[in-house]
């Protein structure tokens, strides 16, 4: 069963950076479509950032040039760096894993809060 763990998550002022890191368990990160999502409370899961197994990123409006996804293939995880977090920042954040077996997995989530 494939599993995975996200970290990183925590409290910070408006302005102030995290990072959120991702780390696959019996399976291999490259080999998956991976992507974040949030949901905040009242609020539907939204998309936040993706990277293909090619490589390609994509991003969410609300976080361009804010957030950067990356792929560590030796750590077999996918990290967010998340700078510049704004009020409406804060949220659960989701990785989720698609295979190319169209399998999808999702990780248990951790908490973004942006406090003024």
């Known amino acids: 069963q494939v599993q995975l763990v996200e970290s990183g998550g925590g409290s910070v002022q408006a302005g102030g950076s995290l990072r959120l890191a991702c780390t696959l368990t019996?399976?291999?990160?490259?080999?998956?479509?991976m992507s974040w999502y949030r949901q905040a409370p009242g609020k539907e899961r939204e998309f936040v950032s993706g990277?293909?197994?090619?490589?390609?990123?994509t991003y969410a409006d609300s976080v361009k040039g804010r957030f950067t996804i990356s792929r560590d293939n030796a750590k077999n995880s996918v990290t967010l760096q998340m700078n510049s977090l704004e009020l409406a920042d804060t949220a659960m954040y989701y990785c989720k894993a698609s295979g190319r077996d169209g399998f999808t997995y999702w990780g248990q989530g951790t908490q973004v809060t942006v406090s003024s």
């Open positions: 019996r399976a291999i990160v490259w080999w998956y479509d």
């Open positions: 990277i293909s197994s090619a490589g390609r990123t």
